[in-house]
């Protein structure tokens, strides 16, 4: 039996000031017989054109996409595991694309699911649309924001107006009852908006923020990458911030090692771990989070629970506690890493999960090679198995964006 079991960093704020977080976040679930995320692609119809779209996402809907009995089918089967349920993510595309949407997001809360919806910044994306998808269950929506204005987010989804369209959307969400997450993709053109960008997430009352580390698959080949020096500072630019702002991080799993290295190193974290790009923009971080009189800004509420922005992330990835269900059924250990294990037509995806030998694999942190293999925290993080495939062809190489050795 797999059980999540992390133990969380106390970790210093912008000024250095320490914050004192629990010091052991636990999930009580076996990632060995269920997925605990499961995030799944109802269509691949977007009407956005985004530089790093994993799904290379068309107008049009697929006309072999998964039929709403197909649909609610998977459904039933991850309902009928028992508790604790599963977290269903209906993504895209955009998932305002599908007519039976809101059908399918009441047939999961009915069947005692955790459902969200993962939209895109389009007109699709009204307060009557998103106040229909709250009545219908679900809990959650997510929006992707990759910049702090028009121009940086415009350019990156490849639509004008779409910074506009996605921010109020954003609070139209919070207007209906849903809780917010906002997702962005850094890369090495947008890394120095990142203070700006916490900013504004903070602003919109988000109760998470979820930090995209660029995966070169899809159109995101086409963009630049940060360095695994890059990324380590970016790191602790995310750990300062924590005090502040609900956040985890998507593909570099090494943010929890990061927490872990500053909780056992005391006040200012480890010595000298931080480079130029960390030196770079920290004193804008600082100010990001500071008042015009010079005081911290308090941790948001986000409706009503003070120490959501105090949690660590917890120690689930690709495969192990997650996986994805593309458009046609095909069963992933996420969506950055096309390695098909199954198709839900021909196998309930409880059955995939369980079975596969390479989710199987991934579950096994022991297995893995180079670095990752011989790191004291790979039972905390693993490594991005979604970044060493796309570096090596193999899930269970080492992680090439991470900078840390292992001591032995």
């Known amino acids: 039996m797999t059980v999540v079991d992390l133990p969380v960093a106390r970790v210093p704020g912008p000024a250095n000031a320490r914050v004192d977080v629990p010091e052991v976040r636990r ?22 054109a985004c530089t790093h779209c ?25 309902a009928a595991a028992g508790p604790p349920r599963s977290i269903v993510v209906l993504t895209g595309g955009d998932p305002f694309k599908r007519t039976d949407l809101t059908t399918l997001i009441a047939h999961g809360s009915a069947a005692g699911l955790a459902m969200a919806v993962s939209p895109s910044g389009t007109p699709l994306a009204t307060e009557a649309n ?21 121009s940086t987010h ?40 990142l203070p700006e960008m916490a900013r504004l997430v903070r602003d919109l009352d988000a109760g998470l923020w979820s930090v995209f580390f660029l995966v070169s698959t899809g159109r995101g080949r086409q963009l630049g990458a940060l360095d695994a020096d890059g990324i380590e500072d970016v790191l602790h630019l995310l750990a300062d911030v924590s005090p502040h702002l609900a956040l985890k991080t998507t593909e570099a799993p090494q943010y929890r090692r990061v927490l872990h290295q500053r909780a056992e190193a005391g006040p200012g974290g480890p010595p000298d771990p931080r480079g130029p790009l960390y030196r770079r923009l920290h004193d804008r971080m600082a100010a990001a989070f500071e008042e015009p009189s ?36 095909d069963v992933y250990p996420s969506g950055f890493l096309p390695l098909t294990v199954g198709n839900v037509r021909d196998h309930p995806l409880t059955e995939i999960y369980r079975s596969s030998a390479v989710l199987r694999a991934l579950r096994d942190r022991d297995r893995l090679g180079g670095r990752c293999g011989r790191c004291e925290f790979r039972q905390v993080c693993g490594g991005s198995r979604s970044q060493a495939y796309a570096a090596t062809g193999d899930p269970m190489a080492e992680d090439p964006n991470c900078a840390y050795v292992p001591a032995g």
């Open 27 to 48: 999930l009580r679930y076996d990632l060995d017989q269920r997925p605990f995320l499961v995030l799944f692609e109802t269509t691949r119809a977007c009407d956005l």
């Open 54 to 78: 994993r799904a290379e996402a068309q107008p049009a809907c697929h006309p072999d996409e998964l039929t709403t009995a197909e649909v609610t089918g998977v459904l039933d089967d991850l």
């Open 294 to 329: 010079g005081t911290a800004v308090p941790a948001p509420t986000h409706g009503g629970d003070p120490d959501r922005s105090r949690r660590a992330p917890l120690a689930v990835g690709d495969g192990s506690g997650v996986v994805f269900v593309s458009h046609i059924g």
């Open 154 to 193: 415009d350019a990156f989804r490849g639509v004008p107006g779409s910074f506009a369209l996605t921010v109020d959307a954003c609070r139209a969400a919070r207007r209906v009852g849903l809780r917010l997450q906002v997702n962005s993709t850094v890369t090495a053109g947008t890394v120095d908006a």
């Open 130 to 150: 998103l106040a229909a998808v709250r009545t219908a269950g679900s809990g959650a929506v997510s929006f992707s924001l990759d910049g702090p204005e028009a």
